[in-house]
């Protein structure tokens, strides 16, 4: 029972009575190694998708190219987040540290390439 | 268990916030979030810069230097970065094994297969011996760079490039540290459930150094 729980909440036993929070059951059960191979094996096939789209030029060249990049380098990230990182089972406030700053620094970064990415100075 | 065995049984080390949550692994989250920020900031600046440098060699396009005539190839080898983040993708399967395997070390373990996945110092090494082979990689790329006319003060590709991916080798320096430390105390003591946070903090630590590498590998190498 106790050795359930531990692994459910992520805490040490002597964490139980603190455990038992409302907040805290909100975490769930990691997955498994049935899960970790196949999340491996998506992460390598999106990597050698996005490769594979490099070596074609014509593909490369079209306007196509960059948000497909973006999307898959997106969805490798997001993939990496919920499931080695946890994030889709651990407490909602992990999501929140992380999402939070996460936010706020792509829109500094979307910010700043509008307010610079249009100068066409050249430097060294 | 009665209240009193809660508080005799508690590290004095151990700290809970008053959701429950340890306030190591609440600590670790914040760092992350901190650890965005620093990451945009150096990928904005090689992104601002991208194409403005007046000299070569350039990432992806040939340069011929108006001075010697000496032809610079384009900079980057797409096959060994891609060989080297893939290193970098199953250092992180090998981490979430380590931690699962910390975290059901008490469960009786029947099957040679259980066994193995079971093993939390197989894991722990494999997954350092991924990041040390990652700063291999990386390495060899820095010095074949250098050989190749591009240095941190040729140009402004040169200088980002070289202290955003410096940044995140230094991050994966420190992981691999870490990580080495986790399997001395594995060998010394052996890591049982009850250490699961420790591992659990070390493990985020490095899927976040692998998510940082996905972006800058779609970011810088792969898009011209």
């Not at chain 1, 970790?36 to 014509?58: N, R």
């Not at chain 1, 990230?77 to 994030?87: G, K």
């Not at chain 2, 150096?42 to 403005?52: D, E, N, P």
């Not at chain 2, 190749?148 to 320096?173: D, M, Q």
Request: glycine share 6%; charged share 15%; net charge neutral.
């Amino acid at each position: 029972m106790m050795d359930s729980h531990a692994s459910m909440t992520n805490l040490p036993d002597s964490a139980e009575g603190q455990a038992h929070t409302p907040h805290a059951e909100e975490e769930h059960a990691h997955p498994d190694w049935s899960i970790y191979w196949k999340v491996a094996l998506i992460l390598t096939l999106i990597t050698v998708g996005e490769v594979w789209a490099f070596y074609v030029p014509s593909f490369a060249a079209s306007r196509g190219f960059v948000p497909t990049l973006l999307f898959l380098s997106g969805l490798k990230f997001t993939i990496v987040v919920m499931f080695y990182m946890h994030l889709k089972y651990d407490h909602r406030l992990f999501r929140v540290l992380f999402t939070g700053p996460l936010l706020v620094a792509s829109i500094t970064l979307i910010g700043l390439l509008f307010l610079f990415g249009h100068l066409h100075i050249k430097i060294m | 268990m009665s209240a009193s065995a809660t508080h005799t049984s508690a590290p004095a080390s151990h700290h809970y916030t008053t959701l429950g949550l340890d306030s190591r692994k609440v600590a670790i989250w914040a760092f992350i979030g901190s650890e965005c920020m620093l990451f945009v900031s150096l990928i904005s600046t090689y992104l601002i810069y991208k194409g403005r440098s007046i000299v070569g060699p350039f990432p992806h396009e040939t340069w011929t230097d108006p001075a010697t005539g000496h032809v610079f190839k384009p900079i980057l080898n797409i096959p060994v970065t891609s060989a080297s983040t893939f290193v970098l993708l199953m250092s992180s399967l090998f981490m979430v094994l380590a931690l699962a395997a910390v975290q059901n070390k008490e469960k009786p373990k029947h099957t040679r297969g259980e066994r193995v996945l079971g093993n939390s110092k197989l894991w722990l090494w494999m997954t350092a011996s991924a990041g040390a082979t990652f700063l291999g990689f990386q390495a060899f790329e820095f010095t074949s760079f250098v050989h190749e006319g591009l240095s941190i003060r040729t140009n402004l590709f040169g200088s980002s490039f070289f202290t955003l991916t410096g940044f995140h080798g230094a991050h994966v320096t420190a992981g691999v540290i870490w990580l080495v430390t986790l399997l001395a105390i594995d060998y010394r003591r052996g890591l049982g459930s009850k250490d699961s946070l420790l591992v659990d903090i070390a493990a985020l630590y490095w899927h976040f150094v692998d998510v940082i590498w996905i972006v800058i590998f779609t970011l810088v190498y792969l898009i011209k």
